[in-house]
């Protein structure tokens, strides 16, 4: 297994392999937030939620917006804290309270304030807003990048924010140059 302390994968793309076994992250293509030995934490890019709009959400938070920006789509964010917000964008926004900086390209907000922002006009330009995150413990994500359950490509805003979500993971291997039905499930050792 990679040595979890040399293996930094903040601020790349994690693409799920067929079979991978967990349904949830089935055809998934996972923001890697924060990476460091006592764990990681991504966000799905490419997973809308079925019956929830920022319109709802906000509706929920007392924030009043514009039609146009409560129409936004909501994503499934991961399956841990599913009622937590998040919202990964561009770099050219910052909180007033606390922003997460993901290299030079991309931040991510959990606080309210962001969602106030963008209701009045002030918030980040590229935005996906979540609810719930995807985490692993100390060594497990390195232990499933090992059996195969994933592969990692640079995140770039066009495939992150594109707004194409069922082609997002063919897109992100077809960044590898892989083609998708040429992979398999099935891993092999030499």
């Not at 460091?36 to 920022?54: Q, R, Y």
């Not at 561009?90 to 909180?95: L, R, V």
């Not at 907000?109 to 807003?129: F, K, N, Y």
């Not at 992150?160 to 050792?189: E, Q, Y």
Request: overall charge negative; proline content about 5%; glycine content about 14%.
């Amino acid at each position: 297994m990679p040595d979890p302390v040399s293996m930094d994968l903040t601020g790349t793309l994690l693409v799920a392999m067929p079979g991978m076994g967990d349904a949830r992250f089935d055809r998934s293509v996972i923001f890697i937030c924060a990476h460091e030995a006592d764990g990681a934490m991504g966000l799905i890019v490419n997973k809308p939620a079925a019956d929830i709009t920022l319109h709802g959400l906000m509706e929920q938070l007392d924030i009043t917006a514009d039609q146009d920006r409560a129409d936004m789509q909501v994503h499934v964010g991961g399956p841990v804290e599913t009622s937590r917000g998040f919202v990964l964008h561009g770099p050219d926004y910052t909180s007033r309270l606390k922003t997460l900086k993901v290299g030079e390209a991309f931040g991510m907000t959990a606080t309210v304030d962001v969602l106030e922002d963008i209701a009045s006009g002030r918030g980040p330009e590229d935005r996906l807003i979540m609810l719930g995150y995807a985490g692993w413990g100390p060594g497990q994500l390195e232990g499933e990048i090992a059996a195969n359950g994933w592969l990692t490509v640079e995140a770039v805003p066009a495939l992150v924010f594109g707004g194409d979500d069922d082609g997002k993971w063919a897109a992100a291997l077809a960044a590898l140059g892989i083609d998708p039905l040429g992979l398999s499930g099935m891993a092999g050792r030499a």
